[in-house]
C-alpha cells in the first residue's frame, strides 16, 4: 500500500470536508453485499473488497480520490436461499445512490465512479448511472468492478482456472491479502457443484443469456472453485495491479471530464 492514508469521507468533519474540496477529483463510492460466501468467506465479501479496493486507491492517489461510505446491501435475490443474506430491490439500491450522489453533488463534488464488489449488482448499476446522468448531470458517472482492474493473465499465471467467481480461489485470494480476517481459513472447501453449473449455465454464458436461477441451484454449499487453492501471493498481484490500473484509468478520467468552477 502507499505511505499515504486514504482519504475516507466519514472520518473528516464539515471543515476539513470544505478545506479538501478543490484538490479532490474524483469521489468512489464502494458497493457491494452482505451475502453468502460458502463456508470460506464472511458475509461481508463483497463490502469489504471494494472498500478496502477504494482505500489503497485513494491512498495511492492521495489526495486526488476521495471514499464515501460504503453502501453495503446490495441487490442479492439469488443467495436468499442460504441464511445471513441481505438483499435491497433493485429501485431501492439505485435510489439510494441517486440520492447520495445528488448529496455529494450539492457539496460540489462533480466526478463519482461507483466501485462495485458484487456481480448481482452490475445489471442494477447500468440503470442507475444512466439515471443519474439524466437527472443529475455530473461531470463523469460510471461503475466498474473492481476486480476486473487486474492485470490480464495472472489467472493462467497461478494456476487458477475452471469455474469460479463466488466464494472461490480467486475471491478468497484477494481477501487473504486484503482483509485476512473474514477468510474461514479452517473451514475452506470446494464448492458443491450441480450439474446445472457443469452444463446448461455454460450454454448460458456462451450465449449471454439470463436467467434467474437462485444460487443454490448452481452450488449446494454456495461456492464455486476450490478455496482450497488460494493462495496469498495470488491476490496481491490481482489487488496491486488493480489499484495500479485504476488510478491510471482514473487519471484518464479527470482529464476527459473538465469541470466548470462558474457559478
Not at 7 to 13: D, H, K, P, R, Y
Not at 80 to 94: E, V
Not at 108 to 120: P, S
Not at 150 to 158: F, H, I, P, Q, S
Request: with cysteine; aromatic share 10%; proline share 5%.
Amino acid at each position: 500500500m502507499s505511505e499515504n492514508k486514504p482519504l475516507i469521507l466519514a472520518n473528516l468533519s464539515w471543515p476539513e470536508v470544505d478545506a479538501i474540496r478543490d484538490e479532490v477529483e474524483a469521489v468512489l463510492i464502494p458497493v457491494g453485499s452482505n451475502e453468502q460466501h460458502g463456508p470460506n468467506l464472511a458475509l461481508s465479501m463483497d463490502i469489504t473488497g471494494a472498500t478496502q479496493f477504494c482505500y489503497r486507491a485513494s491512498a495511492a492517489a492521495y489526495p486526488k480520490l476521495l471514499v464515501a461510505p460504503s453502501m453495503p446491501w446490495g441487490v442479492s435475490h439469488h443467495h436468499m436461499n442460504f441464511p445471513g443474506t441481505i438483499t435491497l430491490s433493485s429501485d431501492t439500491f439505485i435510489q439510494i445512490l441517486v440520492e447520495v450522489i445528488a448529496s455529494l453533488q450539492q457539496h460540489g463534488f462533480q466526478r463519482f465512479m461507483i466501485v462495485n464488489g458484487h456481480g448481482g449488482n452490475i445489471a442494477p448499476l447500468g440503470d442507475a448511472v444512466v439515471r443519474i446522468q439524466e437527472e443529475l448531470s455530473p461531470a463523469f458517472i460510471g461503475s466498474g468492478l473492481y476486480l476486473y482492474f487486474a492485470d490480464a493473465g495472472l489467472d493462467k499465471e497461478y494456476g487458477i482456472e475452471g469455474i469460479v467467481g463466488h466464494a472461490c480461489e480467486w475471491e478468497t485470494s484477494v481477501a487473504m491479502y486484503m482483509a485476512p480476517e473474514i477468510v474461514k481459513t479452517e473451514a475452506l472447501a470446494a464448492g458443491e457443484m450441480t450439474e446445472l453449473t457443469y452444463g446448461f449455465r455454460t450454454s448460458l454464458q456462451k450465449y449471454q443469456v439470463t436467467v434467474p436461477y437462485r444460487f443454490d441451484r448452481y452450488t449446494t454449499n454456495g461456492a464455486l472453485g476450490d478455496a482450497r487453492k488460494a493462495t496469498l501471493a495470488y491476490g496481491k498481484a490481482v489487488i496491486d495491479s488493480g489499484v495500479k490500473n485504476f488510478v491510471a484509468f482514473m487519471a484518464e478520467v479527470v482529464a476527459r471530464s473538465p469541470i466548470s468552477r462558474e457559478g
